[in-house]
């Protein structure tokens, strides 16, 4: 198994804000105590539902945040002890990739001026060979023929070719590892292909690494090596057969929470007219933090918090008490529901 | 069924002036919603399918309208010739009503969101009679507590809640037609399939014809009744939704569906 080129070891990150109705403060704690490895070449996706604190997750990798407690560590190092040219390295080796591509281009450059700011503050290429190096890059992105893209300012692109445009930007500097926030969800499905299409490419063209956060765990599963789950500011799941096998209830809750592609096993449409609450649960004060929304709930999840730890063979942990036997159920039937008429 | 459609489009043509171009955002579409039917519409960004629903409801933002033609008729009153009252009398009473993806654009910051839904009831009934109307509204789109979330700002609410509440002001009007364009792509997937299932059962207990607008074939394999596939500003294939599902007869629809299943081509599935 190879070194973990990041690691996040107990790390948390409290925001605070003004209380909008009287004195004092709010405290959100958006991480709270993660443990994490993530190796080199490997494509790691974090899921979870909005307000889990995936974000801030990308954030601290990136630092971008400074973790409230706890460190991230570069290659061995605490961030915030980094000298100077490792800084740099990190800076180099860890890239960014942000859910809304045109907000992450300057609308006022050209992609050539734009890109070849980085390659001369980088001295990745001499200034005669810049335009040949972003052609060079471009093509590596599937932007065909590069240099009709040079020229172009960001609104003159489509979605699906910005975000390759943030891609190769990251690229360029041969990254170990790119952090991803979301950046499939301003696409289109076919779109959201090629760019998955295109991380599993640069992956094997050059064993570049990926922390992919999306709230899309069909997407995930298509290209994640590992898959982390976070609840509420915590990992409550990772491992690599989560799709299949899921062993803490709210995994399998977003799994089943994934609409069926086949319309005669519709769900909704064959489901009683009971009711559905729209969901207010209070954070549960002591113990899991899940037990409000779990249907597994016990005693003992009122009142220990439970740990993340190891539930199987392949290396698969999970926070929950009752772990082993939800992992014995069998997980609705995932994939592929429609037979794909190429098939047949 | 020898019911007459509640809906009934044809020929429909929206082109847009843009700059010193003409965009032909909708070009020619035929398009029918029966009584108590729930229709799909999919497809891709930009091919139109949020312009027809603003067409059909006659929303279209004040844009450089070059051409705007074709029949549109509701209970075959024809919609693109009424005059603003009528239209306003349809849309108060039994008419149409619309939601929309992101409820905080069209909520009121400034009011309690109570407030907002008694302002869309008809305005003959007393104050007293409106809030209860109110209350039982928000209990029916699946609020708990109404009278407290009746209170309420929209920046105090959830995504969930937000567009539980669009809903609640759509059914004030008691609609025989809902259209709802991307109605949870904002929110979370379990948030999802809690605000499809109310949907689907207030589309149920009232009879309300729905005309769902997505860009997700999973909304329409679980709701749908039947679907438009949208292309370029074209209806490019429209059945029954099983059947789109499993004979799909364009290679554009097949591949849409195909790439929802399993996300990545074939030939890159380790």
Redesign the interface.
Known sequence: MSEPILRLNGVEQIYRSRNANGPGWNQVRAVDGVDLDIREGETLAIVGESGSGKSTLAKLLLLLNRPTTGEVQFRGTSLSALASADYQAFRRQVQAVFQDPASSLNPRMTVERMLGYIVQRHALATPGETRQFLAGHLAAVGLNPPESYLERYPHQLSGGQQQRIAIARAMMLRPAIIIADEPLSSLDVSVQAQVLQLMRDLHKTTNVGFVVISHDLGAMESIADRTAVMYRGRIVEIGRSIYERPYHPYTKLLLDARLSLDPRRSRIRSMSAAPSRSDSSAPAQGGCRFRPRCAYAVEICATQAPALKPVDQAGTMAACHRAEEIGALRARSAEPTVPSPLEV | MSLSPLLDVRDLKVHLRLGPNVVKAIDGVDFRIMPGECVGIVG??GSGKSTMARAITRLMPNVNIAELSGELSFEGQDILAMPDGALRALRRGRGFSMIFQDPLGYLNPTQRVGRQIEEALSCDSSRGSNRNRVHTLLDEV???DPANVARRYPHEL????RQ?VMIAIALASDPQLLFADEPTTAL???????V???L??LH??RNMAMAIIT??????????DRVYVMRAGKVIESAE??RL????QQDYS?????????????E??A
């Open positions: 891709e960004s699946g609020l708990p959830s995504g969930g809640m539980r979370d997937a379990t948030v999802q399939l809690q499809l299932q109310t689907y059962r149920k207990e860009h997700d074939l999973g909304v329409v394999a679980e709701l749908c939704t099983v599902f499993e004979h799909p097949r591949r849409l569906i195909e790439l929802s299943t399993r996300r990545l081509p074939r890159l599935q």
